[in-house]
T-cell receptor
Framework: KNEVEQSPQNLTAQEGEFITINCSYS?????LHWLQQHPGGGIVSLFM???GKKKHGRLIATINIQEKHSSLHITASHPRDSAVYIC??????????FGTGTRLQVFP | KAGVTQTPRYLIKTRGQQVTLSCSPI?????VSWYQQTPGQGLQFLFE???????NKGNFPGRFSGRQFSNSRSEMNVSTLELGDSALYLC????????????FGSGTRLTVV
């Protein structure tokens, strides 16, 4: 079993829909990261969380440390949100462990 | 301010050769980490450097090595290249090693033929 599980693996949405991507992990962590990767490979760090909730524009990330679960929400989705979203956790051993990613396609 | 710069962007090498990739972090960032991304294995941690010292190492063979210089620039080297080393190699910099956000470079796409 992977230490970091993401769901769904693939997600298709119509422009304007509310989107949720989930991440569950099995190790104790000091931080969880949400990353966005567009075709071509560049990765952008969206959020780093150790507790609670963060919001940036239309993106919201939450984490429940007790349940070892995090969610990334996108409100009013847009075609430019189409990308792979990757959850990564930093266990207390300090090595980042990555989920397999969620491929999101938003159609106009 | 300038982002994380990785050179070269693309590279084609032959099996058995060796390769050196470079990463220049954001000014003021002292931690540099390296990652390999392949379609089959996804993103995997290679190593992390802070103040010229390797702080963490992933589960890769000894053919993969790296170093960090006093100006925080980092290089990684892969010797005796194998076909399976074909991948996107990404580096990221952060202020320090724990609980700081990462800024990623655009990556070096290595193809081994």
């Amino acid at each position: 079993k992977n230490e970091v599980e993401q769901s769904p693996q693939n997600l298709t949405a119509q422009e304007g829909e509310f989107i949720t991507i989930n991440c569950s992990y099995s190790v104790g962590i000091s931080a969880l990261h949400w990353l966005q990767q567009h075709p071509g490979g560049g990765i952008v760090s969206l959020f780093m969380l150790s507790s609670g909730k963060k919001k940036h524009g239309r993106l919201i990330a939450t984490i429940n440390i007790q349940e070892k679960h995090s969610s990334l929400h996108i409100t009013a989705s847009h075609p430019r949100d189409s990308a792979v979203y990757i959850c990564a956790v930093r266990p207390n051993t300090d090595k980042l462990i990555f989920g397999t990613g969620t491929r999101l396609q938003v159609f106009p | 301010k300038a982002g994380v710069t990785q050179t070269p962007r693309y590279l084609i090498k032959t099996r058995g050769q060796q390769v050196t990739l470079s990463c220049s972090p954001i000014s003021g960032h002292r931690s540099v980490s390296w990652y390999q991304q392949t379609p089959g294995q996804g993103l995997q941690f290679l190593f992390e450097y802070f103040s010229e010292t390797q702080r963490n190492k992933g589960n890769f063979p000894g053919r993969f090595s790296g170093r960090q210089f006093s100006n925080s620039r980092s290089e990684m080297n892969v010797s005796t290249l194998e076909l399976g080393d074909s991948a996107l190699y990404l580096c990221a910099s952060s202020l320090s090693t724990s609980n700081y956000g990462y800024t990623f470079g655009s990556g070096t796409r290595l193809t081994v033929v």
